[in-house]
């Protein structure tokens, strides 16, 4: 059964095209994806369809018909989840590092969204058959909270709280040597880095701004532990931030640079970060909702060892 989301646009929504208006405000749907829906003809613009380059004015009303997730091969997986909260519209989860989020190219197994299939069958469809009830994604090797939308209209709300930043996000982060404060903003533009491909970079000539704020918990020989606040969320955006700053990620192999694995420092084989804090306002009933995931084992281990020898190079 088709599910319809409907928009209308204000002032500053005026003159805007239409697949772009819809793909800045439908979290989770690519540009590309709202242009098939709208070829479809299941995006109707004051009770008309339309093109996917027509220019909407100020009051015009969108209505968004978005159909059932196609069947995709995608097996379900009784894998074990910890599951921080759960209702009838939506599931927090705490992703372990290593998992990926959804399938995508060669991977069709082992991932968050196989072992969501098998708890929850019906998720919605929005984000496209590969991502049912993915609302926004981690890292494969970051690990903490994910939320999970089981309905479309979930789905639409939660994602409109991250496109408005309305969402709280608080990670947890080990980093060689330090920030150079305290506390303190990375401010800049990331886009792809200009030679290698599979980064991102703060780049001055072209880019989304990204914002993150950060504040050094804990020194250590050679170390830090870093609680950081993204107030955007892009690609790679708090391994980007902390590297631009000079203290890549402990394990970030792509952002610390050549031989990262073989300098000094405890054994990590994943980047060092924890999404410890979610918070945002429930769908349904507006009330608040804060989700916490405890601290892996491995960030404890990394913790331990670095606290320990702080202590026995101070005795020294």
């Known amino acids: 059964m088709d599910t319809a989301t409907r928009f209308e646009t204000d002032a500053g929504g005026g003159g805007a095209r239409l697949d ?3 793909a800045e405000r439908m979290e989770g749907v690519s540009r590309a994806a709202v242009q098939r829906l709208i070829a479809d003809r299941r995006v109707l613009v004051n009770g008309k369809a339309v093109k996917a380059h027509q220019r909407l004015r100020p009051g015009d009303r969108v209505e968004v018909c978005v159909p ?3 069947p995709t091969g995608i097996q379900a997986e009784p894998v074990p989840l910890s599951v921080l909260y759960e209702d009838d519209d939506l599931l927090v989860v705490d992703k372990p590092a290593g998992m990926i989020v959804h399938p995508a190219g060669r991977i069709v ?5 196989n072992a969501l299939l098998a708890r929850c069958p019906d998720l919605s469809g929005i984000g496209g058959a590969l991502k049912p009830g993915i609302v926004h994604r981690l890292d494969k090797g970051t690990s903490g909270c994910i939320v999970v939308a089981k309905g479309d209209e979930a789905h639409r709300l939660i994602a409109a709280q991250f496109a408005r930043r309305e969402v709280y996000k608080e990670y947890l982060a080990v980093v060689r040597g330090a920030p150079p404060a305290k506390r303190g903003i990375v401010e800049g533009l990331i886009a792809r880095h200009p030679v290698e491909r599979k980064r991102m970079a ?3 000539d072209r880019g989304r701004l990204s914002v993150t704020r950060y504040e050094v918990r804990e020194r250590f020989d050679g170390f830090s532990l870093v609680s950081l606040l993204p107030g955007t969320g892009r690609t790679h955006q708090i391994r ?3 590297a631009h700053l000079g203290c ?7 952002y610390g640079g050549r031989g990262a694995k073989r300098r000094e420092g405890p054994e990590a084989e994943r980047p060092m970060l924890h999404a410890r ?3 945002f306002r429930h769908p349904r009933t507006g009330a608040e909702v804060r989700v916490e995931a405890p601290v892996p084992e491995d960030l404890l281990r990394v913790l331990a060892a670095l606290r320990a020898k702080t202590e026995s190079t101070t005795r020294e």
């Open 20 to 22: 772009r208006f819809l």
């Open 68 to 70: 059932p997730p196609r």
């Open 109 to 113: 197994s082992g991932t968050l969204v």
């Open 202 to 204: 703060v780049r001055k």
């Open 240 to 242: 980007v931030h902390m």
């Open 248 to 254: 890549p990620l402990l394990g970030d192999t792509l």
């Open 277 to 279: 804090r979610l918070g």
